[in-house]
Every structure is written in structure tokens, then in C-alpha cells.
């Protein structure tokens, strides 16, 4: 088959609204798909079951008060089983999509009107070796993001300091509101420490608070990934960043959190929310510390099992799961 002939599909846009887009790049070479990564120079070939088109929904935080709700988009590379094999995140033209699966003979699943949780879920059952190619260029200066956002901090804080003193409090707050705004702009908002530099003293601080937490058991989790929490009123909450997710009360009975179940599959591992009578209601998958899960168990009352399960068990709880953290 003549190269320029094969079917090519790429992504027209970021996998939210308003971000870079990828530049990743999907070719049907006549027996498998061929993806590539510009950015990473990352490749790989492989023969799908299917595709699956999604969309999600996801509300993150904004201010303490205030919410506001993403759609995250992208292809997913799908085994027989359903498990993901590659996750390809940015927003697909659909007749774009609809002409390479025609051409390529590939079936294809368009879950863009399915349930956010039913998606996520989906997208958390991944296979064994499964990848991300996110075709995304490393944020600027992210070799030298921690020396550069302190010595930012420290200058911010400088200047801070001498308007206050001088009576220019005003110029101040117009020059920190202006800078953040270009910030968001210029997609650095790492460098807001610039013209909010109290935190230089609140990030070290909340993050010993966190590491002080968990090892104690009242939180599961590095403050810079997924991690769980117990909320007034016996209610477990997941958190990841500004993400907003539902609590999950605590309790024996059906759809209530009554243990966890952390997991090992081949080269795959992760944790389960489990009811009161075995069904999973909740699936993180990732690296998660044995001790660490034992001791946040143990504090709350949650029954624990930890070892390594069998694909038939792993489908099962992937499948039957009610939603995911991705």
C-alpha cells in the first residue's frame, strides 16, 4: 500500500477545551495501527479489538466557592477484553474518525454520550503494558520549574514588601492580578508564586500537613497525586488536585464503602473501593503503599485485602466498577 494512501487520523484539538493539541498521529499500515508521539518521539504498533471515542465530564474547583465542569475528550485502543491498550487524549473530528475506521475496517465504540462514570471507568481498566501518548511538549522551563518558581517567589516577595511599605499597596494588588491573569495566558500558572508569594511559606507547610496526615492513617496518598480522605459524617472522598468527585458514605450495606482492595495484576496495580457486599464502587489505579493503605484501613474501619488477583478477577471488578480516578 502506498504510504500517502493509508489511512491517517489526527486530533484537531486538546483534550479540553482551550488546551494545546496533541500531536500525535494514528496510521492504518494495512495489518495494525501505527501511532506515533511528535513530541516524545514515542511509536508503537498494535492490532485493537476496537476503538473507543469518549468524552467525560469533570468538575474542578476554581475557588473555594466556586466549580466549574470540563469535558475531557479523546481515542482509546481497546483488547478484546476491553481493557485499554492505548489512551491517545485530544478532541477528534468525527467524520475524520468515521472515514478512517470505514477505510481501516476497524469496529469502533462512540461512548461521547455514555455516562461520565461509565467512561472513566472504562478508561481504568487498562491492559497489561497499556501506554499514554499525550503528543504534549514538557511545560516550559519544567527542567528548572523548582529553583525557578522560588527564586520568583522571593522577588515577588521583595517587591511585595517594598510597595507595602511605601504606601503603594494598591499597585500591589494591580500588579499581581494583571500577572496572574497573564499567566493563565502563557499557560505558566506554576510562576503565580510571583504574585502570591505567601506561598512560598503555605506550599512547604501544607505539605508537611499532608505527610503528617498520612502517616497517622487519616489520609491515603501524596498530596501530588490521587488520595483519599474521611469526611464529616463517615464519607470517603477522593481527591486529585482541584478535581470534584462524590463522597462515598461509609457502612455495610450496598453502594456503601466497607473495605478496600488493593490489587495486583502482571505489571498493573491499584486499589478498589469495595460495598458491603464485595462490589466495587470505586477503582485507582497506580502504585499505592502497602503500609500506608493498612494504616488509613485500620483508622477508619475499613476491611482490607491486599494480593495479587487473576484476569478473570481483574475484568470483573474493572467491568462491574461504578467510576474511576484517571
Known sequence: MDVRSQPRLRP???????TPCPRTEVL?????????DDTSGQSVRLMPATLYHYRYEQRVLVSRRKAKTLSVQGLAALDGDGLVLLDLPGEWYVPDVAAFVKSAGLPIVDARGDTSKRVRAVLAGRAPGWRRF?????PFLARYRGPVSIGVGVAGLALMVYLASTGMW????GISMVGRSLLDLLEVKWLAIGFSPLLLV????????????????LILGSA???????????KLQVHRGKEQTPSIEIGEGRRKAASLLLYRYEDLAGLFVLDGNGSPLHHLPGG?????????ADRHLLRLAVHSISREEYLNLTRNTRDATI
Open 12 to 18: 484537531v484539538a486538546g483534550a479540553v477545551a482551550g
Open 28 to 36: 492504518w499500515d494495512g495489518s495494525a495501527l501505527a501511532v506515533s
Open 134 to 138: 499525550r503528543g504534549l511538549r514538557p
Open 170 to 173: 494598591a499597585a500591589w494588588r
Open 202 to 217: 503555605l506550599r512547604p507547610v501544607s505539605a508537611r500537613v499532608h505527610r503528617w496526615r498520612a502517616d497517622r492513617g
Open 224 to 234: 501530588g497525586g490521587p488520595y483519599l480522605s474521611v469526611l464529616p459524617g463517615e
Open 288 to 296: 499505592w503503599a502497602p503500609d500506608a493503605v493498612h494504616r488509613f
